[in-house]
């Protein structure tokens, strides 16, 4: 080959590449993103990023509007605080907006991106969602498994009942919440409670309640190598190495409960009722196919249910009770609304839920102020996009602040008020989308119905047995603390006694 041929191959090759580089700049100069502050090269505007980071995202919505841009490093990402966009969001771009970004938390944490939270859209994620929906989530798996959450909402009654029997006693509620939404997942995904009186193990518990809570505020940290992917070209950095040290622990303990519970499989079996915890299906699955139902995927499973399950039903109920301690009268109505449907003859059953309209007003009040997932998951698009008449590329992740949209004062009358009696009357497709706690679109919550039952039951019997009042009669600090589960700053403290017409009801738990 002589040398003019190679300087014609490199050139039919380069002349491409840099018309098809200068037609994508091109393109993107020409297409209208929506509007933002300045960046400054390479960090973009990390430099002003505030916590809690929903707040901060709200300030910036004042300025620039419902829909605006940022570059956190290098990573370019879409806020949008409108429920009409949202709409769009979920309507026309719900298949091209179902996927996650790829972040670091997802390769270390999430099994290499294949739990149902983290994955991208497509045949894995449909699959998952499919088996999880038909083994777990559907309305009749859900009723086969009410016996676990009502013993376990009853025995937390009973705990509080042996404390404040005759008397007020001050109760701490954070660590009570947190075991009782952790013992129901467990329980329903591998038959074991891990916390209690009656339980062997609680080491073991203790470790894997702080691995469950390590991977949701890992997931939160805002991580550089996600702004910067190069700098991973550099080695290892001190999160990754944290979040390397969680999957291990993490790893050991999913491992162990999979062997125990394949050495039990014959004992447990299919009992006559078909009540039988999630894992041990999915180990008759893999029994039949493998390779869908590899270790690494049924790993998977059960880290997101505890994960994604456990945190956000246990912030709401504590901001739910704190709400409700700062509003006697409201407390008082629900209390009336128990009695009058329930009695003092027996306890609340989940199936009453139906006929408790005030106590779903209060979840749905609580889940406004005090959105357990204030930013929901950040969506990522699949290829560019127009949102709202703006370009946005493959690639930006969007935000959705739904703490903003939930606050918003020309969406919801003195919208910074506890007013449960909003919603009486409202049938849920009037406030379908400025109400939007579970997310919205093909990746919303499958948990909902689950969350909406424990949230439910343990309200209705803790306002149904126990009478509560704040310490000194002070109001609860209502601030909201840090984390990817947006918890209350200061513990939930109260005082609490069980109601005297109850006590032979309860006295039977
Ligand atoms: C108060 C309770 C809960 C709240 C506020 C909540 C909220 C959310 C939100 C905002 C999302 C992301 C939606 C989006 O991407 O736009 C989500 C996803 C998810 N939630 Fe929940 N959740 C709750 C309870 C639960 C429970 C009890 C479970 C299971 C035991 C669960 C399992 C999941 C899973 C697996 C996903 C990922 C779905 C996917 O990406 O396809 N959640 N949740």
Not at 354 to 361: A, D, E, K, S, T
Not at 479 to 503: D, H, N, W, Y
Request: glycine share 6%; net charge neutral; proline share 6%.
């Amino acid at each position: 080959m002589n040398q003019i041929t190679i300087y014609t191959l490199t050139l039919s090759a380069i002349i491409p590449l840099i018309l098809f580089i200068i037609s994508k700049i091109y393109k993107k100069q020409n297409k209208k993103t929506p509007p933002g502050p300045t960046p400054i090269p390479i960090i973009g505007h990390l430099h002003l990023i505030k916590q809690p980071l929903h707040r901060f995202l709200q300030q910036l919505s004042s300025q620039y509007g419902q829909i605006y841009s940022l570059r956190f490093g290098f990573r370019p990402v879409v806020v949008i605080s409108s429920p009409s966009i949202v709409e769009e969001c979920f309507t026309k771009h719900d298949i091209v907006l179902a996927n996650r970004p790829r972040l670091l938390v997802g390769k270390h944490l999430n099994y290499d991106w294949t739990t149902l939270g983290a994955v991208s859209y497509g045949p894995l994620w449909r699959d998952l969602r499919r088996v999880m929906t038909l083994e777990f989530f559907s309305n009749i798996q859900l009723n086969l498994l009410t016996h676990v959450r009502v013993e376990e909402v009853r025995l937390l009654a009973k705990d509080l009942f042996k404390q404040g029997r005759n008397e007020f006693v001050e109760v701490e509620m954070r660590p009570r919440f947190s075991e009782l939404s952790f013992n129901i997942v467990m329980r329903m995904v591998t038959g074991k409670r891990y916390f209690g009186a009656e339980v062997e193990g609680l080491e073991e518990a203790m470790v894997f309640r702080g691995i469950a809570r390590d991977v949701f505020e890992l997931g939160g940290a805002s991580n550089l190598v996600d702004c910067f992917p190069f700098l991973r070209w550099f080695g290892v950095w001190e999160l990754e190495k944290k979040m390397m040290d969680v999957r291990k622990k993490m790893d050991d303990f999913l491992d162990g409960l999979m062997d125990e519970c394949r050495r039990n499989k014959s004992e447990v079996g299919f009992d006559a009722e078909n009540r039988t915890p999630l894992i041990y299906k999915l180990l008759n699955l893999q029994e039949s196919d493998p390779v869908s139902y590899s270790n690494q995927i049924i790993k998977g499973i059960i880290m997101i249910m505890l994960v994604a399950g456990t945190d956000t039903t246990n912030v709401t109920l504590e901001w739910a009770l704190s709400l409700l301690l700062n509003h006697p009268h409201i407390l008082e109505k629900a209390r009336l609304e128990i009695d009058a449907n329930i009695g003092k003859d027996r306890l609340v059953d989940e199936t009453d839920l139906q006929n408790l309209p005030f106590i779903q007003h209060i979840i749905n009040e609580t889940f406004r102020l005090f959105p357990a997932v204030p930013l929901l998951s950040p969506h990522e698009p699949s290829e560019d996009c127009t949102i709202a008449g703006y370009y946005v590329p493959k690639g930006t992740m969007v935000l959705i602040n739904a703490w903003e949209i939930h606050r918003n004062p020309n969406l919801w009358e003195d919208s910074l008020s506890f007013k449960p009696e909003r919603f009486e009357g409202k049938h849920g497709d009037e406030y379908r989308l400025k109400l939007i706690q579970f997310g919205l679109g093909r990746r919303s919550c499958p948990g909902a119905p689950l969350a909406n039952k424990v949230l439910g039951l343990t309200l209705a019997t803790l306002i149904q047995c126990f009478e509560w009042e704040n310490i000194d009669h002070e109001k609860l600090d209502m601030a909201e603390g840090f984390g990817l589960s947006m918890p209350k700053a200061v513990p939930l403290k109260a005082m609490c006694k069980t109601r005297q017409s109850i006590v032979h009801v309860i006295a039977k738990i």
